[in-house]
């Protein structure tokens, strides 16, 4: 299964249209928050099934704070990512996770791409289409392979700034 892992386009889908159609074929589009406003814009758009959280600027919308995911037999966790403090650390993050029996979390807020594992628990953060924070700040997504009975497999993917 294809997992095309996204966050923070805070409402301009341009970056997550083209990223869309570069990964087209897809079989499900997971947003970790901050669409303001585009939710039902991006289900719309997406030939898979989606699933959207609420991000700390998404007042409008009604989403979920987060979602507990089975994907070919690996329980997520998604979420945004502010109610944890992930701006700080990710230790919250791990026990929310831990607490919900998931072996990953992917979450969004700091805009930057960031795979890490503590204690057989992966915390995958896509960064942002709209406006990365990373060094380089090149928007940034992520592909993730799930497939049953073998861990998951990640991969960061960059768009050109001038795309």
Same mark, same amino acid.
């Given at each position: 299964?294809?997992?095309?892992?996204?966050?923070? $386009? &805070? /409402?301009?889908?341009?970056?997550?249209?083209?990223?869309?159609?570069?990964? !087209?074929?897809?079989?499900?589009?997971? *947003? %970790?928050?901050?669409?303001?406003?585009?939710?039902d814009y991006?289900?719309?758009?997406?030939?898979?099934?989606t699933t959207?959280?609420?991000?700390?600027?998404?007042?409008?919308?009604?989403?979920?704070?987060?979602?507990?995911?089975?994907?070919?037999?690996?329980?997520?966790?998604? $979420? &945004? /990512?502010?109610?944890?403090?992930?701006?700080?650390?990710?230790?919250?993050? !791990?026990?929310?996770?831990?607490?919900? *029996? %998931?072996?990953?979390?992917?979450?969004?807020?700091?805009?930057?791409?960031?795979?890490?594992?503590?204690?057989?628990?992966?915390?995958?953060?896509?960064?942002?289409?709209?406006?990365?924070?990373?060094?380089?700040?090149?928007?940034?997504?992520?592909?993730?392979?799930?497939?049953?009975?073998?861990?998951?497999?990640?991969?960061?993917?960059?768009?050109?700034?001038?795309?």
């Amino acid at each position: 299964m294809k997992i095309l892992l996204v966050s923070d $386009t &805070h /409402g301009n889908d341009r970056h997550l249209e083209e990223a869309i159609l570069k990964e !087209y074929p897809y079989d499900y589009l997971i *947003h %970790c928050g901050d669409v303001e406003g585009s939710a039902d814009y991006i289900e719309e758009i997406s030939d898979a099934p989606t699933t959207i959280v609420a991000g700390n600027m998404d007042y409008y919308d009604d989403l979920p704070k987060e979602e507990v995911l089975k994907l070919q037999g690996h329980r997520i966790l998604v $979420t &945004h /990512g502010h109610l944890y403090s992930v701006s700080s650390y990710l230790g919250e993050l !791990y026990s929310a996770a831990r607490r919900r *029996h %998931c072996e990953a979390v992917f979450f969004g807020h700091t805009h930057q791409p960031t795979i890490d594992e503590q204690d057989g628990i992966l915390a995958v953060n896509p960064g942002s289409l709209t406006l990365p924070r990373q060094p380089g700040r090149k928007p940034s997504y992520m592909v993730i392979e799930a497939v049953i009975d073998r861990p998951l497999e990640i991969e960061t993917k960059y768009l050109s700034k001038n795309e």
